[in-house]
């Protein structure tokens, strides 16, 4: 399996920008989650879907996030337009249902750059 | 809410030392505890895991006791290696709820 593949995986743009985030989680899961990983604020949840609906978004920090999933095997993280405090590492997990004590398996994550 | 506080280090030991990084959360009824680790420019990996109160995660010579009755989750290995120099992470998952939450990570680093 390639576990889960996340694109691309450094971006750098400028303030202002439209970026856009991918994700491919491993198949067959059903949950999938976005994070986001600064020094200030170290890992935080920002939304997690269960079989591509969206269940929880409340750790999404403003409207200009918006994330989505049209399938079981494709998910998108859309910042718009971006800032400099939107510098981070973004990580996409997918999970298994069926217990509390299901790992969750994360990509390498994607470091943004917002200039 | 749920909260996990963990050591913020840096930790730095020399190699063959005896590690220990506390973790303690709060949480309302049976969380499930997890142990995560992030190598340089990597995501993170599960390390171990305990899902009821008394049970013993163990992995890679890493382990950790769920002890309810002083809500922790410490992560002990009685003799590190350079290669365990990695940031660490203590989470639980509480209930029906599949949020992971996180504590603020300790980065360990093993000197030769």
């Known amino acids: 399996d390639a576990g889960v593949i996340q694109s691309p995986r450094h971006e750098v743009t400028e303030m202002g920008q439209e970026v856009t985030l991918r994700c491919k989680p491993i198949s067959g899961h059903d949950y999938l989650f976005w994070y986001r990983q600064t020094m200030m604020r170290g890992l935080e949840l920002l939304i997690y879907f269960n079989n591509n609906v969206p269940i929880d978004d409340s750790g999404m920090p403003e409207d200009r996030f918006s994330a989505k999933m049209p399938n079981a095997s494709f998910s998108t993280l859309k910042i718009q337009p971006s800032e400099p405090r939107d510098s981070a590492v973004y990580f996409c997990?997918?999970?298994?249902?069926?217990?509390?004590?299901?790992?969750?398996?994360f990509g390498p994550g994607t470091r943004l750059t917002v200039l | 809410g749920n909260s996990v506080t963990q050591m913020e280090g840096p930790v730095t030991l020399s190699e063959e030392a005896f590690l220990t990084i506390n973790c303690t959360y709060t949480?309302?009824?049976?969380?499930?505890l997890f142990w995560y680790v992030q190598y340089p420019g990597e995501g993170l990996q599960l390390l171990l895991k305990?899902?009821?109160?008394?049970d013993k995660g163990s992995n890679k010579g890493f382990e950790a006791t769920y002890r309810k009755e002083t809500t922790s989750f410490h992560l002990e290995k009685g003799s590190v290696q350079v290669s365990d120099s990695a940031v660490y992470f203590c989470a639980l998952r509480g209930g029906s709820n599949y949020k992971l939450t996180f504590g603020k990570g300790t980065l360990l680093t093993v000197n030769p």
């Open positions: 305990a899902t009821k109160a008394d």
């Open positions: 997990a997918s999970s298994l249902t069926g217990g509390a004590g299901n790992e969750q398996f």
């Open positions: 949480a309302t009824g049976y969380p499930s």
